[in-house]
């Protein structure tokens, strides 16, 4: 049996599994093309901690191999901190750490190297056991300073990255495997911490996406669940004062915010677990926590503040529909939302009946980004009751439903409602819904 044909087979297989289980295939397919039209090496930069080797490389082999079969290649870069801890116990050395760093003599230099390179070889020999193109780089890499030997020792700081190895490697196809270990320009083999050696990578990579793969799945909130989505031009200060962000997480945060700071605005980090990279990666959804540098958020109570011809631009774009010429004058504004770059927007209106959602408009470059939930979520806080329609067939009813006290279906149209208790009240909130006049286009533009 030709195997080729057989392995052609299973990846068709696993893309339906996906299609099905993951997510609209509409979404799927809006980032496949939107990841398949960059530069190979901007795709994404994905981080695996020496925990995830240990205990989950299954999982984050069966995800990196998904990923080569629907034409991506991404750039990964590991750790070892687990394995390194348990041969230097072995070998009779204590360990020591200076500011969350490995102090690394020359006697643990040779173990970092050997533990380093076995965990290397480990993953891209797993990942080739899946007939998933992989290549191991080890040196070459990453130039180093030595960081302060007296304190550190063999510890360096990145002074310049050769993307050299990855693009013959990407080129191939061939997933690269890079290892945290650097050189000086004398030669001097250093170990690097795994974390910052990511940074340094992203900042000369430039990738659309980071993804930084943990146990946990994600940041997670005083209650232990997992944060979905930080928008850290709204969310960071307040982060920051939060009791419940204890000492390591307010560093991974400020860390983040960093590299962020240094890429792309439409560049993200996720935090994910391995088996759910490529629900994070393809849909709006995704899995782990979603940090992006994110937008400002301009809000008013009338026309006069926005742009409104690029208000409308963004209405149409998002709905696929013409506004209808007078639709700013005809709506009684109450207050609206809208990111500072015009990719998102709430906008409430005022009715006899209360607050009714006019639109809620997210571009489709914009989705997934956390970008609607943090304008909504600024709404929500400001807009004790709401009423508002949508269409049966539209896919964010989903949310809606998530969000709303109640519904009530009305022939082509899903009414909701929050935060209105009055029977009567509510029936007349339906009946204004459903006679409200439509202000977009029936046809697609």
């Known amino acids: ?24 295939s509409k979404e799927i397919n809006q980032y496949l093309k939107r990841y398949s039209e960059l530069e190979a090496a901007r795709f994404a930069v994905v981080k695996v901690g020496g925990a995830v080797l240990r205990d989950d490389l299954e999982a984050l082999t069966s995800s990196l191999a998904f990923l080569q079969d629907v034409g991506l290649t991404p750039i990964v870069i590991h750790g070892a901190g687990p394995q390194l801890d348990a ?42 056991a899946q007939d998933t193109r992989a290549t191991s780089i080890v040196c070459g890499v990453f130039e180093a300073r030595l960081k302060n030997p007296e304190i550190y020792g063999l510890v360096g700081d990145v002074v310049k990255v050769d993307l050299a190895p990855l693009r013959a490697s990407l080129k191939a196809g061939s997933i690269p495997v890079i290892a945290s270990l650097g050189e000086t320009g004398e030669g001097q083999i250093v170990n690097i911490n795994a974390d910052f050696a990511a940074n340094a990578l992203v900042r000369e990579v430039q990738p659309d996406k980071i993804v930084f793969l943990t146990g946990t799945g994600g940041l997670l909130d005083a209650a232990g669940q997992v944060i979905d989505s930080i928008n850290l031009s709204s969310d960071f200060e307040s982060l920051m004062q939060a009791d419940w962000v204890n000492g390591g997480m307010r560093v991974k945060i400020e860390q983040i915010k ?5 890429v792309p605005l439409s560049s993200s980090v996720s935090i994910t677990r391995p088996a759910e990279l490529a629900k994070e990666l393809f849909t709006h959804k995704g899995s782990g926590t979603l940090v992006r540098r994110g937008e400002r958020v301009l809000c008013a109570d009338n026309w006069q503040a926005f742009d409104l011809p690029r208000l409308r631009g963004l209405l149409e774009s998002a709905f696929g529909r013409t506004l209808v010429g007078d639709y700013f004058e005809r709506t009684a504004l109450e207050r609206a939302w809208v990111s500072e770059n015009y990719r998102a927007a709430v906008i409430l209106a005022k009715t006899e009946e209360g607050i009714y959602l006019d639109k809620f408009a997210v571009l489709d470059e914009a989705q997934g980004e956390g970008l609607g939930r943090a304008l909504w979520e600024q709404m929500r806080a400001q807009t004790p009751s709401l009423y508002w329609r949508s269409r049966r067939q539209n896919p964010v009813n989903g949310f809606y439903f998530d969000e709303a006290d109640g519904s009530s279906k009305q022939g082509e149209w899903t009414v909701f409602w929050y935060g209105l208790e009055d029977f009567a009240h509510i029936q007349r909130c339906v009946m204004a819904s459903v006679r409200r006049p439509v202000t977009l286009s029936e046809q697609q533009t």
């Open 1 to 24: 049996m030709n195997t080729s044909h057989v392995h052609d087979r299973q990846t068709r297989l696993t893309i339906l599994r996906l299609l099905s289980s993951m997510g609209s």
């Open 87 to 128: 041969a230097i116990a072995a070998a009779g050395i204590e360990k020591q750490t200076v500011d969350g760093l490995r102090v690394t003599r020359a006697d643990t230099l040779a173990i970092v190297r050997q533990v380093m390179q076995a965990q290397n070889l480990r993953l891209v020999e797993a990942l080739q």
């Open 258 to 262: 960093t590299l962020l700071d240094s």
